[in-house]
């Protein structure tokens, strides 16, 4: 890394990562009473396999990308998970996982060894990836009759982004 404006970067991208990891678990801690089988139709994913899916897509990225930093993948990509206990442990762990990965490649100024033109993207690919997700999950929300308010979510969700320290 060359200097202090790009550490700053490199820090501030960092902390986008983490805070989309926050809403992430937010949510899942959030949902209503039978809300990680909510599906938004007939052969579309239970939102507990979005979150397993979500999981399982930054390991199999971080593998093929940064395998000094890879961690075991889980045995199916859209596991059926019911304890919300166990899927936020999943999701903090494979959010540290990618964060090591990125800050590592970065600080080396190493190419991924597979995909994208600079390490910073797999960080954009993945946020883009669990914002789409995010959305599928709040329309299965919408759809099994368990919606949530904007009062409840905005708090835990869009007000993260936004939050000064
Ligand atoms: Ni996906």
């Known amino acids: 890394m060359s200097n202090a404006t790009d550490q700053g970067l490199l820090e501030a991208l960092l902390d986008s990562w983490d805070r989309n990891n926050t809403i992430l678990v ?20 239970s939102i507990s396999e979005l979150f397993t899916h979500i999981h399982y897509v930054r390991l ?35 959010a540290m996982t990618v964060r090591d990965a990125v800050k590592s490649r970065v600080e080396a100024g190493r190419d991924m060894d597979l995909h994208y033109d600079h390490p910073i993207l797999l960080l954009q690919h993945m946020l883009w990836h669990e914002g789409y997700h995010h959305g599928q999950m709040k329309l299965a929300l919408k759809l099994s009759d368990r919606q949530m308010s904007d009062k409840e979510a905005g708090p835990i969700t869009w007000r993260v982004w936004m939050r000064k320290k």
């Open 26 to 45: 937010n949510l899942l801690r959030a949902l209503p009473e039978g809300g990680l089988e909510a599906r938004a139709m007939e052969g579309s994913p």
């Open 60 to 94: 199999v990225f971080v593998f093929e990308d940064a395998p000094e930093f890879a961690k075991s993948l889980p045995e199916k990509e859209w596991a059926v998970e019911r304890d919300p206990g166990r899927i936020a442990r999943m999701l903090n762990e494979s």
